[in-house]
């Protein structure tokens, strides 16, 4: 899958001034004959045009931490979760900024899986040393651990040099993230779904929604969502007066296990990209949901322009799981050991301060679970180039599971293409 999508951005005031210039130009033309007739007209000013910038961004979906993945990364008294970032790594590192969605908690011991979870501190280390530099806490587990637990959460990744978004300390702080890429103001939006109103109470897990948890998540209720969708147009619209020059918004939505989106999806997605969005990824069906492009005309204003902009906004729906305990072995469904890294090229016009153009692709991933002589592994098996002489997949023998889980991905997202090249190791 390889897509190229053209931004074409049109400023009112830039097209006034272009009928003022071919007026003025046709006035000259026209004007007096005499012994400056015929001479030609030439300014010292050049006006140069900016390089364009690109920006290579990848995003994965979840990382989860069930027990058995803690206990296979325990040392003794420590705890390291490297080995299972080890192949992929080179594709995260390659990018400009990597995004992931970190669907734990970091609420101190006793660590614990699902139902509510907890690991250890060390992961957000090794998530950071696999590349990645944003971590998205907006899902429906970042309260696993009650508001002390989220907050703590966001401290331990911030200490480990990843920035968060979608969830927050204090009510005071914004609810985006704008980060720095090439010069560019990236600004990274999540939100994610809240489970069905009980009792009039607005929940997530069960666990009930009061303003204080309320105030620290980006949530929104689908039987709500004529509101609700006004506060995240609102985070859209507070990120572009921040100066952010590109919007990516990222949802926590779905049905679980569901390898199409539904209308809510669908219909939040198109309402989103009118907002301004400029990608959308997504995430929490645990499987791997298609690619689509969304067509839209977006109005906005800046201190230095009114803008209408046609645009084309990728999403993708639903990236699955990059790394968990969900198998075939226990849940009876092999797509929840699949998962992408899915990218984008942009080309930023400087000038125009607007997306020239975006490409799309992915790496299809696949988690190896094994015994080896140091007791259970979790790998992710990059599924790109000579994948099936993996050392992992050698070692643990899976290559045919492997590549049945490349012929399941190639299905929902057609022939894979990597438009970020890795880095060499």
């Known amino acids: 899958m390889n897509k190229h999508y053209q931004i074409i951005q049109y400023s009112r005031p830039v097209i ?22 015929g001479k030609s007209i030439t300014s010292d000013a050049i006006i140069e045009k900016s390089e364009p910038v690109e920006i290579n961004i990848s995003f994965v979906g979840d990382i989860m931490a069930h027990m058995p993945q803690i206990d296979s990364a325990r040392s003794g008294e420590d705890y ?33 899986g699902y139902p509510l979870f907890s690991a250890p501190d060390v992961l957000a280390e090794n998530i950071r040393d696999a590349g990645f530099d944003v971590a998205v806490t907006a899902n429906n587990h970042m309260l696993d651990k009650g508001v002390d637990g989220l907050r703590r959460t966001i401290q331990i990744t911030s200490d480990a040099g990843l920035k968060v978004t979608g969830t927050r300390s ?44 309320k105030s620290l998540i980006n949530s929104y209720c689908i039987s709500e969502i004529e509101e609700d969708i006004k506060s995240i ?85 639903s990236m699955g799981n990059f790394i968990s305990n969900q198998r075939y072995d226990n849940n009876g469904n092999r797509r929840t050991e699949q998962g992408m890294i899915a990218q984008a090229k942009i080309i930023y016009d400087i000038d125009e301060k607007s997306i020239f153009s975006i490409d799309t692709g992915y790496v299809p991933t696949w988690v190896d679970k094994y015994y080896s002589a140091n007791g259970n592994k979790y790998v992710i098996i990059p599924l790109y180039g000579d994948y099936v002489n ?36």
């Open 170 to 213: 204090s009510a005071e702080d914004n609810d985006y993230l704008i980060t720095e890429v090439n010069g560019i103001n990236i600004g990274i939006i999540a939100y994610t779904f809240e489970t069905p109103i009980v009792n009039g109470q607005r929940s997530i897990n069960g666990i009930v929604m009061n303003d204080e948890r």
């Open 390 to 425: 993996n050392a992992a997949l050698l070692e643990s023998n899976h290559s045919g599971k492997a590549e049945e889980a490349y012929k399941d991905i190639e299905e929902i997202l057609g022939t894979p293409k990597c438009v970020i090249s890795p880095i060499e190791q």
């Open 80 to 112: 390291d979760f490297s080995d299972t970032f080890k192949y992929i790594a080179p594709f995260i590192k390659g990018s400009d900024l990597a995004i992931c969605n970190l669907e734990t908690t970091f609420g101190d011991t006793p660590y614990s």
């Open 233 to 317: 147009e609102k985070s859209i619209t507070n990120a572009r007066e921040d100066d952010a020059d590109i919007i990516i918004v990222y949802f926590h939505w779905g049905e679980e296990y569901n390898t199409e989106p539904n209308e809510n999806e669908t219909d939040i997605a198109r309402q989103v990209a009118g907002f301004g969005a400029d990608i959308i990824f997504a995430s929490h069906p645990h499987v791997l949901q298609g690619e689509d492009v969304i067509d839209t005309d977006s109005e906005y204003s800046s201190e230095d322009d009114d803008l209408t902009v046609t645009r084309t906004v990728p999403v993708f729906y």
């Open 16 to 37: 006034f001034f272009l009928i003022i210039l071919l007026i003025s130009l046709f006035c000259i033309g026209c004007g007096p004959s005499g012994s400056d007739q």
